[in-house]
């Protein structure tokens, strides 16, 4: 998480959307970085908003517009599938090492997930409190130039962004069933990415 107190921003890091990179080349400039512990480094937009956006509140009468970035559902799962298939997750209960990316996504869409597809969701990330704000600002992963655009305008500097904690190739072949029922159990998480900029 990375907060511009003079820009009123919050850059939220949703997991598995380049949120490392960002921060990496954006934390000298950030008046707030928070990179420890995962549970607050990732915090979603409503522990964002209880904990700190009401800091920002009583302490400053002012809100922070929040930005975040989404990233398509099946690319997403890709992504924390082929992350959790390094070599040092070997023999870990978290490693997808012998397992395909289709039976990945079957255990992901189970009601217990087995540990090796416990990766949360993208939509829960950006639930609301009932009094509570949501983004501000949400863009596709797949929209950088826009995401580099809108930070650089609001941010009023340009950003050289590294590509940091890429994970290894992998095969994410689903068949045609799988993402079918993937699509229709999980279409919030469609949802928010249709919406994003």
Do not use: C
Not at 84 to 110: N, W
């Amino acid at each position: 998480m990375l907060v511009f107190f003079e820009e009123r921003l919050a850059f939220l890091a949703v997991p598995k959307t380049g949120s490392t990179a960002y921060h990496m080349a954006l934390r000298d400039r950030a008046d707030l970085v928070v990179t420890h512990p995962p549970e607050l480094k990732h915090a979603p937009v409503r522990r964002f908003d209880r904990f700190f956006q009401n800091m920002f509140l009583k302490m400053y009468d002012t809100e922070m517009e929040i930005m975040a970035v989404v990233r398509e559902p099946i690319d997403w799962l890709g992504s924390w599938y082929r992350f959790r298939s390094r070599e040092d997750l070997i023999g870990h209960p978290h490693s997808t090492r012998d397992i395909s990316f289709d039976k990945f996504v079957q255990a992901y869409m189970q009601n217990q997930r087995p540990e090796f597809a416990d990766v949360g969701s993208q939509s829960q990330f950006f639930r609301t409190r009932s009094n509570g704000r949501g983004a501000t600002h949400v863009f596709k992963y797949e929209n950088q130039t826009g995401i580099l655009d809108f930070l650089q305008t609001r941010l009023n500097i340009d950003i050289n962004v590294p590509r940091e904690n890429v994970s290894p190739a992998g095969d994410l072949s689903l068949s045609p069933s799988t993402e079918r029922q993937f699509r229709n159990t999980h279409a919030a998480e469609f949802a928010i990415h249709d919406a994003a900029l």
